[in-house]
């Protein structure tokens, strides 16, 4: 088979249904089979149930069991780069109930910020993976802080771990592959809401906030099962 042919196969539609397909059953299995200590999934739900939306966070890394908890009930649409992954992230994604607003921190930011706040004003939840799609890894930009402040709406983070995951050390997140049959830890962070008043200094202290206690989260449940310490500030830049 010619090497152009293959490479058509692969970006079209139903290969990239199948791999989604794929995907989302093995990451339900993994899911299915994890003995879970879940720690603040019951205090969001509830939050949600005052605010009618929410801002939720989490790291590029952390992303392939982070939809798993998610109430399929509660409407949830996570920014997307419009791009070919971005195509079947958006497939994995609908099969757990998550919908989708196209664009990125990188590129068409200015539309994507309006379709996000539209979202939270008519009372649909957003995900946003602030540290991709290039990072720095573990390290949370602004816009998910200023949507949280001029929506009123509180935010969290969302972080995971496996015991006998893989550590992808070569890609620029050390993405976290997990296995079956394993002992997992889930946390939301405490819901944070911004004061309409704030500052932009207390904005910037909120940012560093969250950023801190989501990666000290990260590390410690990495840490109480095994998993190899993941790192700071990682990009693509970096590793060329």
């Not at 982070?66 to 791009?83: D, E, G, I, T």
């Not at 949370?140 to 509180?154: E, N, Q, R, T, V």
């Not at 893989?166 to 944070?192: A, N």
């Amino acid at each position: 088979m010619k090497k152009g042919l293959f490479k058509n196969i692969l970006n079209s539609s139903l290969a990239e249904s199948i791999i989604g397909t794929l995907a989302y059953c093995y990451l339900k299995f993994v899911g299915l089979t994890t003995r879970w200590k879940v720690i603040g999934v019951k205090e969001t739900y509830e939050m949600l149930e005052k605010h009618g939306a929410m801002i939720v966070i989490g790291w590029h890394g952390r992303t392939l069991e982070m939809p798993y908890f998610w109430n399929k009930s509660r409407k949830l649409n996570a920014l997307v780069s419009p791009h070919r992954d971005g195509r079947l992230i958006v497939g994995i994604l609908k099969k757990f109930g998550i919908g989708n607003i196209d664009g990125s921190t990188n590129q068409n930011s200015s539309q994507a910020a309006i379709n996000l706040m539209k979202n939270l004003q008519q009372g649909n939840s957003i995900a946003i993976i602030p540290d991709g799609p290039r990072g720095p890894s573990m390290t949370l930009g602004m816009s998910p802080i200023f949507y949280a402040w001029k929506s009123g709406k509180p935010i969290m983070g969302i972080t995971y771990s496996i015991a006998g995951s893989k550590v992808i050390r070569r890609s620029w997140d050390d993405m976290l592959i997990p296995f079956p049959f394993h002992k997992g830890i889930y946390v939301i962070t405490e819901p944070m809401i911004i004061p309409k008043d704030a500052t932009q200094e207390e904005l910037e202290q909120y940012r560093l906030e969250l950023e801190t206690k989501l990666n000290k989260i990260t590390w410690e449940i990495d840490k109480e099962l095994g998993v190899p310490h993941v790192e700071y500030g990682k990009s693509r830049k970096s590793r060329n």
